[in-house]
């Protein structure tokens, strides 16, 4: 008796699991749609008079900001069309437009003769015709941590670079450091706090790319700076296909303060390695991307903020780069919070211009690589200017 009793209980137990655990697949007669790659993640898929319906909802419940990530793969059975009825809870459908990839390492955004939402923005329906191969379909392109290792592997191939891991994320991934020659004066990058800001990644290896670059400029600037980077501040939020959180089910850009997470606190480890080392912060630059912005938008400090010399950097930065390129247009606000963010923490900490720099959720890639080449040479010219 007493067996079947804790049966019971174990079989109770197993049914409210299987309710709250995440799908990883399901099929109809068309195809098979499956999770079970890196970043690949919905959290429902059933299929209904043929149709797929996908539910998309946040790694934990306290998520705050909808940023509804979602990436699975539809293998087709046989030529046809794939039906997707997609429902978010606590996102917006409108945040991120579709994308679709052949391979999983090239995307398109999804015609818009294929994609219906509803008017409150809680529901998405997708036609998508397969032939022979499978596709890939997610709100924004993967960006995996198998490419920040590739990436990482291909920066210390530069004569003048050193990678090493500064440790462990909550789940044993390890956190890369990507660092030029040290200088008495440096520059401090960071990237991917909030996993699904790709086009942030993608702004910030062009920018990157151009301060490593074998130019006079280049050369001059990395003389005189040491570049310090943490290009995936979160992978484990990377890897599960996160909205937002680390797997601690924080926000980890409201972190630099309490220091509960052990990413910010390797990173703030790593800070006092630069200032045992002799070198002196001269900037912070953090990517993320953000739907506020159209190409680019520069959280920075204000004029009235410690003595100004943060926001005249920020300010003679962007115009420069607006002199050269008078067509292009991003923002620039000037912005002062409460929040535990790097920018608040930088600034706060070292006074020295702290920059949150968004990309826009969906700005063109080829904006992304016309303009950022020119916001790091200003960023090279300005600093170098100074005495
Ligand atoms: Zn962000």
Redesign the pocket.
């Known amino acids: 008796m007493g067996t079947r009793i804790r049966l019971s209980a174990a079989a109770a137990w197993l049914a409210c699991a299987a309710a709250v655990a995440a799908d990883r697949y399901c099929e109809n007669d068309v195809a098979l749609v499956d999770t079970h790659f890196e970043g690949g993640v919905f959290h429902r898929c059933v299929v209904r008079d043929g149709n797929f319906v996908i539910t998309i909802r946040p790694e934990d419940d306290k998520v705050r900001v909808p940023m509804p990530w979602y990436a699975f793969r539809v293998s087709p059975k046989k030529p046809g069309v794939a039906v997707f009825l997609m429902g978010f809870v606590d996102g917006d459908a409108d945040r991120f437009w579709p994308k679709v990839s052949a391979d999983g390492a090239n995307w398109q955004p999804l015609p818009e003769s294929v994609v219906a939402m509803s008017d409150d923005a809680s529901r998405l329906a997708m036609r998508i015709p397969l032939r022979g191969a499978p596709l890939w379909v997610a709100s924004q392109r993967l960006l995996t941590t198998a490419y920040y290792d590739e990436r990482v592997r291909q920066l210390a191939a530069h004569p003048e670079i050193t990678m090493r891991t500064l440790g462990a994320s909550l789940r044993g991934r390890p956190l890369f450091v990507v660092e030029t020659a040290p200088r008495t004066e440096g520059v401090l990058l960071l990237g991917r706090?909030?996993p699904p800001?790709v086009t942030?990644a993608l702004t910030m290896r062009s920018f990157v790319d151009t301060v490593l670059a074998d130019t006079e400029l280049g050369r001059a600037f990395r003389d005189r700076f040491a570049l310090v980077m943490v290009p995936l501040v979160n992978p484990d939020g990377v890897a599960a296909g996160h909205w937002r959180h680390n797997a601690g089910k924080t926000d980890l850009?409201r972190d630099w303060g309490p220091f509960r997470q052990p990413e910010t606190r390797h990173i703030r480890r790593l800070l006092e390695v630069i200032e045992d080392r002799g070198i002196a912060l001269r900037l912070m630059l953090d990517f993320?991307?953000?739907q506020a912005t159209e190409n680019a938008l520069f959280y920075t400090q204000r004029s009235q903020d410690g003595d100004g010399s943060a926001h005249a950097f920020a300010v003679d930065w962007l115009q420069r780069v607006q002199d050269r390129l008078p067509d292009i247009e991003f923002d620039h606000k000037p912005s002062k919070s409460e929040s535990a963010n790097a920018k608040n923490y930088f600034f706060n900490r070292y006074g020295i211009p702290s920059i949150t720099y968004e990309s826009g959720d969906e700005t063109d890639p080829a904006w992304i690589h016309r303009a950022t080449p020119l916001f790091a040479e200003e960023m090279m010219n300005v600093l170098l200017n100074a005495p």
Do not use: P
Request: aromatic residues 0%; negative net charge; hydrophobic residues 10%.
């Open positions: 706090q909030h800001e942030g850009n993320h991307a953000t």
